[in-house]
């Protein structure tokens, strides 16, 4: 019985490439994007040594992380513009 890191487990079901295996096998001919427990089951989920999920795992919450960040970042951006257009323009 292999155990897999559950950090590792979500970062593989959010990525890309698990994107396009669902696509493949999983989501071919419906609208709507729905999975049965036994296609899960059939997904190729590679399980490397725990070591190797640990250190996965720590990417994909950095990248989380970052990501959160860049939202953030991007919305503190939109801000400055309004607030800037709006004392230009004669706003409070």
């Known amino acids: 019985l292999e155990l897999i890191n ?3 487990l979500a970062g593989v079901l959010r990525s890309s490439w698990m994107e396009q295996e669902f696509e493949i096998r999983v989501m071919r001919s419906t609208t709507i994007k729905l999975i049965t427990l036994k296609q899960l089951g059939e997904l190729p989920i590679p399980c490397p040594s725990l070591q190797e999920q640990e250190i996965l795992a720590k990417l994909f919450l950095e990248i989380e992380n ?10 503190v951006r939109v801000q400055l513009v309004e607030a800037t257009i709006s004392k230009l323009f004669g706003g409070n």
Do not use: D, F, G, V
């Open 66 to 75: 970052l990501n959160e960040l860049a939202k953030q970042e991007s919305l």
């Open 6 to 8: 559950p950090i590792y």
